[in-house]
């Protein structure tokens, strides 16, 4: 592994792109997804159509995603944002089922009693039910995550730079250090990620612990 | 004052689950809905804090249309208690009493000391205020419940059957708190309940209700039990409804027996006869012996303790309960320190219910009329 020693720099320059555009896009999917999930579960002739729509999104092949963003956006054909926005369409296409199923999650006769005392609207949502949906989003969200860093490696193909250029480049030189280092960090990468998004869930619901372990 | 002016709730789909019911529930007291599943009682409370709103007819609080108020608003002053409590369970046990304070825009300090003030008087434990309600028992849940819905004060409180998902031991404790409570807040409560014998105990008034939200009595407990208005309501209040009725009838003065009485520790050698009772050193009846069956001194692993006690100023049922119970069929009579009075029998009492005057019974050309 003496490649690895001889490239450190460059690996962390890497992994550090592949952290922004694998997480930076699970931001702002789940921020999209929890409005259109909300939609989804308020208006029930809405669920169809915005989960299965939201995951057929999931089915379009990245590299031909990455490929169509600057058509549809207009924008440069090597510009990073194309990988943002393709990977938040993933992290939403993921997520809106999720985030309307965890707001379906919570019980009837808490969201009821939050109606009794007086909660408005959206205080009750932002209050009462988003609090009591997040174990069940904090799982999709790791799915997600787990999905983006390994999605946002293709995008080496059309040259936007992150950890997947590790594998073109010894795929062309017949070379493996490079792509067994990219694999170990890819794995690395994504077991962090869902550390923090774990670590993250704990302290929003320290009620679930107090539980005993019951949701 | 909650008045239903023919209020009706028709479904889209022709479902119709209250049917055009007018009633009054006055301020300060008790009114029961009760009725089988599927009679409206819980639409009907739903439809005063407009969680349903009616399809027609108007609902009035101290006679302002509720119709005509903001609906965040008129939940806020009415409080709210439903089975399981629905508490919020990611909130502590203060945060969820201070739930409606703090929506009122009370700061935290002041919806904290309340909110302890609150636990205190339901029978909270201070230790609990920052346990999450999933950490506590049904009965503890249930009242902080009714702490949650007594926070702001509202002069009005809607509840949804909140006894009926705890064991019997803890729900007539509950009931028993409840009724103390109330004597001291003196709140206009509408109560929904399936359960007649938790309607007859806890209310001012009694609605029975009936499948297709149609009110079949309206009554003091009392007269509903004694002046049944058609068969459904019959049937409703149960065949032992003369037995119940004697609950509302006060002990007249019974002709007591003295009783010869062993204290806790005393031998029995020398004492013959049928059954004894041990009393303890203050004279309170703790159980009846059998002096031919046991030796030596008396100890509390020996007694009998089936018998129930009556206090001479309660009610009736009480009184025959003490004779019917008691292994002698003597019933014990206490005084109100507990302290025993006396023995009586099953047919002095009975003959006492015989030469009472049934207030409830006197005027049966009046059908419509006693209501507390």
């Known amino acids: 592994m003496t490649w690895f020693a001889d490239h450190v720099g460059e690996v962390l320059g890497l992994t550090a792109q592949h952290v922004y555009l694998a997480g930076l896009p699970l931001l702002i999917g ?120 390994s999605i946002v490696s293709v995008a080496a193909i059309i040259g936007v730079p992150q950890l997947g250029l590790l594998f073109t480049d010894g795929f062309q030189r017949t070379f493996y250090d490079p792509i067994i280092v990219g694999i170990v960090a890819c794995t690395v990468l994504a077991l962090v990620f869902d550390l923090v998004i774990l670590l993250a869930t704990r302290l929003l619901t320290p009620w679930q612990r107090a539980a005993g372990g019951r949701a | 004052m909650i008045g239903f002016d023919e209020v009706t709730k028709r479904y889209p789909g022709g479902t119709v689950a209250v049917d055009r019911l007018s009633l009054t529930a006055p301020t ?89 003030e609150l636990m205190e008087r339901v029978g909270l434990p201070d230790t609990l205020g920052r346990r999450y309600p999933a950490q506590l028992s049904g009965g503890q849940q249930q009242r902080v419940g009714v702490a949650r819905a007594l926070a702001a004060d509202p002069p009005v409180m809607l509840m949804d059957e909140p006894f009926s998902a705890v064991d019997p031991v803890v729900r007539e404790q509950l009931q028993d708190e409840f009724l103390r409570l109330q004597d001291e807040l003196g709140k206009t409560i509408i109560f929904v309940t399936h359960d007649i014998d ?37 049937d409703f209040v149960g065949r032992d409804r003369g037995y119940r009725a004697l609950s509302f009838q006060p002990t007249p003065r019974l002709p007591l027996a003295a009783e010869r009485t062993l204290t806790l520790g005393e031998t029995t050698t020398g004492v013959g006869g049928d059954w004894v009772l041990v009393v303890d050193e203050e004279n309170h ?46 019933g014990v009579i206490v005084d109100d320190s507990g302290a025993l009075v006396g023995t009586v029998r099953a047919h002095e009492v009975l003959t006492a219910i015989e030469r009472a005057e049934r207030p409830e019974l006197a005027d049966p050309l009046h059908p419509g009329a006693p209501v507390r």
């Open chain 1, 30 to 149: 789940l921020l999209i997804a929890l409005p259109l999930g909300w939609l989804a579960r308020r208006y029930r002739v809405l669920y169809a159509p915005f989960t299965v729509g939201t995951g057929l999104l999931y089915t379009i092949p990245s590299l031909a995603l990455f490929i169509l963003m600057p058509f549809i956006f207009g924008t440069r054909i090597l510009d990073p944002v194309n990988v943002l926005i393709a990977m938040t369409i993933y992290t939403v296409a993921l997520l809106v089922r999720t985030v309307a199923d965890a707001l379906g999650a919570v019980p009837d006769h808490v969201v009821q009693a939050a109606r009794a005392m007086g909660y408005r609207r959206v205080k009750r949502f932002f209050a009462v039910e988003l609090p009591l949906a997040v174990p069940v989003i904090s799982a999709g969200l790791r799915v997600a995550a787990v999905s983006n860093v």
């Open chain 2, 198 to 234: 938790e309607a007859i105990k806890l209310g001012d008034q009694v609605a029975v209700l009936r499948v297709g939200g149609h009110l079949a009595q309206l009554a003091d407990p009392a007269y509903l039990l004694a002046h049944p208005v058609d068969d459904f309501v019959a």
């Open chain 2, 285 to 330: 009846p703790v159980g009846w012996v059998e002096p031919q069956r046991v030796h030596g001194e008396v100890t509390s692993t020996m007694l009998h303790r089936g018998g129930t006690l009556a206090r001479s100023s309660g009610p009736l049922r009480a009184a025959l309960d003490a004779a019917l119970s008691s292994p002698s069929r003597r």
């Open chain 2, 28 to 116: 300060g007291r008790i009114t029961v809905l009760v009725g089988p599943s599927g009679c409206g009682k819980t639409t009907t409370l739903r439809m005063v804090n407009r969680m349903i709103e009616p399809t027609s007819g108007s609902i009035t609080l101290d006679g302002r249309d509720t119709s005509r108020m903001k609906e965040a608003e008129l939940r806020r002053g009415i409080g709210y208690v439903i089975q399981h409590a629905g508490l919020f369970p990611h909130r502590t046990v203060l945060d969820n009493i201070g739930t409606v304070p703090r929506l009122l825009g009370w700061d935290r300090r002041r919806t904290e000391a309340r909110s302890r």
